[in-house]
Every structure is written in C-alpha cells, then in structure tokens.
C-alpha cells in the first residue's frame, strides 16, 4: 500500500519514539526530504502526496537503519559544521560542534600572530572540515590535510570542491612521514577514544576514533615529532577528550610553552594551544 507524506512521517515517528531516538520527530522528516530532495517545509506543503512503493521502501529501510542507532549523518549523507554543510560517509568520522571551538581558536590565533604567506597542516584531516575551514579565512595561505585513509581523503576532496577551495595540499600519510619542510600551525583531530561513549560511535570507522593508552597514544606520537615540523613560535593546536588535558600538558611541556586550556560548550577541557619554543 502507497502511504501518503503525512502517513509515513507518522508510522517513522513511532518506531523512532520505540527505539528512543529523542529527535525523532525531526530525524523522520530530515531523512524523508533528503530522500526526496525536498525541504522540510515541502513535506508540510504536500504531505497528502503519496510516496511509490520504491521511496517507501528505501524509506523505511533507513528509519530502521537508524532505530538500531546507525548515524543519521551516514543517512542523509551531510552534516553541517560552522557555516557549512559538509558531505560524510562511513569512511570519515562525523564532525563534531567541539570541534568548531578548535577552529576558531586558530583563526584567531592566525589573525594575531602571523601574516604573509604561512603554512598550516590539518593532521588526520577525514572530512576535511578543520583544513577547509580554516581555508575559507585564509585563502591565500599554503594549507595541506593529510590522513592515512584514501577513501577518507575522497571524501575531504569532495567537500573542498563542493566549497570551491581548490587550493588545499592533500596528502595521504601517517602523520609526519609524507613532509619534510616546517609549518606554522599544526592542527589535529587525532583518534582519542579508548572505548566508545555511544553506541553510534561503534558505526563509525575505527581508525578515526580508536587510540591506545588511555587515548593519548596519537598524542604521543604527535606531540613527540612536531618539534620537527614546527618553526620557532609556531602552533600546535590540538582537541583532546574527556580528562585527558593533564596527560597531554605533561607530553607538551619539553619543548612548547604558553600551553593554553579551551572548555567546550559543556565545560570539559577539549582544546590545547601550544607555542614551539
């Protein structure tokens, strides 16, 4: 049976609301106008319209898909950060609103201490989203995003020219190996999950969020060779977990000074600046 707009919104919210999904009213239209390349306001204007038997399938393929807490991200293939919407897959980790923090944080740095022509390198760029933010305030500078994973770099490269930034370095490499010059700014993301906070974490793809000892294990490696990749003064700026800042200041504070602590928007310590003495 053909099930209008307003029909299969209705039996969505239900086996949401069943499986405790607490947006479910909205994550039913979200995944609806994305499947029909409609707006939500379209679904209001036409929800008597009747869905063929192939939407609905796919539809109702999906909602339970996320019943069973597969992303809504992954569903709908996109997930906006700061000003933008960025596409995402399974191959990348979805990008997080504390993350936006440690991007503001080095657009003003940038602002307040360098000029001219500089380098930045986003470290385990997945998305993209840190690299291409931070290019959309800096468009004539010499940005490169690197990450170990091609399918991850696809996905980074997707969204750049998706926002016209054509300028971007990408590189695939662990870490440091690909490079053999100096920046003026290290970002990273790195992988700082020992074990998952959430079941949809377990969806996403390992290598992004997993890290031995205690998490600090891409710190150490980082934080152990980015005094080679640093010029005097330079940055290194990095998000951090839940009550890893203490291990993490204690890595940085041989060869960086003026360590500074972020909170995020639930007040846990999420960012560390660092300047290369």
Do not use: H
């Not at 069973?68 to 997930?79: H, V």
């Not at 997080?96 to 991007?103: D, K, P, Y």
């Not at 740095?109 to 290019?135: E, H, M, P, Q, R």
Request: net charge positive.
């Amino acid at each position: 049976m053909e099930l209008t707009i307003k029909e299969a919104l209705r039996e969505a919210n239900l086996k949401l609301k069943k499986s405790k999904i607490s947006d479910f009213y909205l994550e039913s239209q979200l995944i609806l106008a994305n499947l029909l390349g409609k707006t939500r306001i379209d679904l209001y204007k036409n929800d008597y319209e009747k869905l063929n038997k192939i939407i609905q399938k796919k539809y109702f393929k999906q909602i339970n898909l996320r019943t069973r807490r597969f992303p809504l991200a992954y569903l709908i293939k996109k997930e906006k950060f700061m000003e933008d919407y960025f596409f995402v897959d399974k191959n990348v980790l979805i990008p997080r609103n504390e993350t936006e923090i440690l991007v503001e944080e080095v657009i003003n740095w940038i602002k307040n201490n360098l000029k001219g022509n500089f380098k930045i390198l986003d470290l385990g760029t997945g998305s993209g989203v840190i690299a291409l933010s931070i290019a959309k305030s800096f468009k004539t500078s010499d940005i490169w995003a690197s990450d170990i994973s091609c399918k991850a770099l696809n996905v980074a490269k997707k969204n750049a020219e998706n926002l016209n930034l054509r300028k971007i370095n990408f590189i695939k490499g662990n870490l440091f190996k690909p490079f053999n010059f100096k920046f003026d700014v290290i970002v990273s993301n790195p992988p700082y999950v020992e074990k998952p906070f959430s079941e949809e974490v377990y969806f996403e793809p390992k290598i992004a969020w997993r890290a031995k000892n205690k998490g600090l294990e891409f710190y150490q490696k980082i934080i152990k060779s980015s005094p080679l990749y640093l010029k005097g003064g330079g940055l290194l700026a990095l998000e951090i977990g839940y009550n890893q800042a203490d291990g993490v200041i204690n890595l940085l504070k041989k060869n960086f000074n003026e360590i500074k602590i972020k909170k995020d928007y639930s007040r846990i310590e999420r960012i560390i600046l660092a300047i290369f003495k």
